[in-house]
Structure formats: C-alpha cells, structure tokens
C-alpha cells in the first residue's frame, strides 16, 4: 500500500474545493476517470477526482480531487485523503 501523498494546496473555486496532491504539470495526460466516482462519491457526494498520466509510464496517480463546496476547505481535505487512500490502496 502506498502512503498517501501530502496535500500541495487547497483552493475554493466556483462550486468546488479543489484539493491538489501532486503537480499537473508533471502529467502528459490529466483525466476524471468513471471508475474513479464510486470510490470518490461513497466519501463525498458530487466529489470528482483527477489522475494524470506520468509522460513514458504505464500507471495513473490521482493529481486531485473536488469536492463540493458546502463542505468547507478543512472538511474537504480530510475528504480528499480518505479518497485518496481509498484509489491508491
């Protein structure tokens, strides 16, 4: 099981808390993976998640995940990883 990445920055924008993990630029592909809702929703209802696609590599890591906004930003973190955990375990 991988650790789980640190939180890089935690910004509220239009309807969601956008809780990043990992740089994007880093990433030759960004995606929000079907497969990755029902993992996200069972923690956050409306929550979406972001992976990228490392340019050369064959595995996808999660950049970010949305949260909705009504949450609050320290409540939408705490979310986020429990994602996280739940993708990357």
Known sequence: M???PDVEMVE??????HVRF?????YDEIRTPDWATEP??????GSEVRTGKVEGE???EVTSVLIK?????E??????????EKIES
């Open 2 to 4: 991988a650790d789980t």
């Open 12 to 17: 509220t924008e239009d309807d969601y808390i």
């Open 22 to 26: 990992r740089d994007p630029d880093r």
């Open 40 to 45: 996200a929703e069972s923690v956050s209802e």
């Open 58 to 60: 064959d595995d996808w």
């Open 69 to 73: 906004k009504s949450v609050g930003e």
């Open 75 to 84: 409540k939408a973190e705490e979310q986020a990883r429990e994602i996280v």
